[in-house]
């Protein structure tokens, strides 16, 4: 399934988003290790491969987290954006994480904005991202699809993705029962 790019998001470049799997944990082992993404990372330690196995085991198990790897002509896997449903909100953290060799080919945007539709056409939430002021390819990345910074401090600046929030529109039969409501659809 090829999914359509978000608003803003780098056009031209078809991006196919599949769910992650099994076959797909050494690579995003590789990548989470590499010292760039490190630096940039939430967590910058480096990450053992037997912990990161239990980690991925549980990721894939988990309902309230969706991990999808975007690949470029159907075989190149180019990153990852995983989604992390917040308890209560309404909303789900979303990260990236670009396989390091494909750095400097202006994929990120297009990865990120693919991967925000198809887990839209799936769970259809707003969106979060923490991300750190010093990573300005990052912040470029998410701000092209529609981000927006909302606050943060000097460690970690926080942004926000709200889809335009679905409205009822009363059938004409019925129109006294939203008597003064204004839809913004």
């Known amino acids: 399934m090829k999914a359509q790019l978000s608003p803003g998001a780098a056009q031209g470049t078809p991006i196919q988003i599949l769910r992650a799997t099994?076959?797909?944990s050494p690579h995003l082992w590789v990548w989470r290790n590499d010292e760039l993404t490190r630096k940039m990372s939430v967590n910058s330690e480096r990450v053992e491969r037997d912990a990161h196995?239990?980690?991925y085991q549980g990721l894939l198990a988990s309902l309230d987290r969706h991990l999808y790897i975007g690949l470029l002509d159907g075989v190149e896997r180019v990153g990852v954006c995983r989604f992390d449903m917040e308890s209560g909100n309404g909303r789900?953290?979303?990260s990236i994480n670009l396989n390091p060799a494909c750095r400097g080919r202006r994929l990120s945007a297009a990865l990120l904005g693919a991967a925000m539709t198809r887990f839209r056409q799936e769970q259809g939430v707003n969106l979060s991202a923490r991300i750190k002021p010093s990573n300005i390819a990052s912040i470029r990345c998410f701000t092209a699809n529609g981000f927006v910074l909302v606050g943060g401090d000097a460690?970690?600046?926080h942004y926000r993705y709200d889809y335009q929030p679905y409205t009822y529109r009363p059938s004409p039969s019925r129109p006294q029962a939203?008597?003064?409501w204004h839809a913004k659809c």
């Open 92 to 94: 789900a953290e979303v």
């Open 53 to 55: 196995e239990t980690w």
């Open 22 to 24: 099994a076959e797909d």
């Open 155 to 157: 460690d970690l600046a």
């Open 178 to 180: 939203w008597a003064g």
